[in-house]
Structures are given as structure tokens and as C-alpha cells.
């Protein structure tokens, strides 16, 4: 017998997002105007955000981590990404999560990110 708290290999770690909503793309480009204050590139394409959720009544919840636990805005980024979705047309509430599972590293950047910092 498993423990159901510990993910087996194969297990999915990041929630898939709802791609097929109407509004998702609009959340993208909302969250693409918060910038990591250390690094010159929005959270998305760095590959912090790992989840945006969007239900039937247009609440958008977000799971995103950050590139370490020590980040100095590890308390306003969250805020952040809820200020920039909220007045998006149509959203009714935003929720931010951090989460630190699966742990972020420089492989989740977006190609753009990585020609950006340089590392391709």
C-alpha cells in the first residue's frame, strides 16, 4: 500500500491548465506584464507559472512558483499576477498559489527566455 501524499514516478506534478478556455490566452498576456524584479523577463516565460485554471463561472486561479524560496518578493508576487488578471474583461475572482513542487529550474524557460538571458 502506497502513500497517496507521495507522488509515484509517472505522477503528474503540475496540474494541467485550462488551454481551451476563452479567456486563457488573455490571462497569458496579462501575466506576461509581471517581470521577476532580478531577471529582465515575465514570470511565463520563465517558466514560473505552472498552472492557470479558469472554470465555467470565469474564476482564474494560478500555481506558480518562483526561482528560489529565498526570493526577495516571494510575498508580492503572488499579489502581482492577481493584480494584473483581475481586470481582464469578464474574470470574476483570481486566486495565487506557490508552490515549490516540481521544483523550478532554468530547462522550464520558455527558447525566447533562454536567447533573452543569453543561455542559447
Not at 42 to 69: H, K, R
Request: charged share 20%.
Amino acid at each position: 500500500m502506497t502513500d497517496m501524499a507521495t507522488p509515484e514516478e509517472g505522477d503528474l506534478l503540475i496540474i494541467p491548465s485550462s488551454v481551451d478556455h476563452p479567456l486563457y490566452e488573455q490571462v497569458v498576456e496579462a501575466i506576461r506584464s509581471v517581470y521577476d524584479p532580478e531577471i529582465p523577463v515575465n514570470i511565463y516565460d520563465l517558466g514560473l507559472v505552472y498552472t492557470i485554471g479558469i472554470d465555467d463561472e470565469n474564476s482564474v486561479s494560478v500555481i506558480m512558483t518562483l526561482t528560489a524560496p529565498g526570493c526577495p518578493v516571494a510575498g508580492e508576487m503572488p499579489g502581482w499576477v492577481a493584480e494584473a488578471i483581475e481586470p481582464l474583461p469578464g474574470v470574476k475572482q483570481v486566486d495565487v498559489d506557490l508552490t515549490w513542487e516540481p521544483p523550478w529550474g532554468m530547462d522550464m524557460m520558455s527558447d525566447e527566455a533562454k536567447l533573452e538571458l543569453g543561455f542559447m
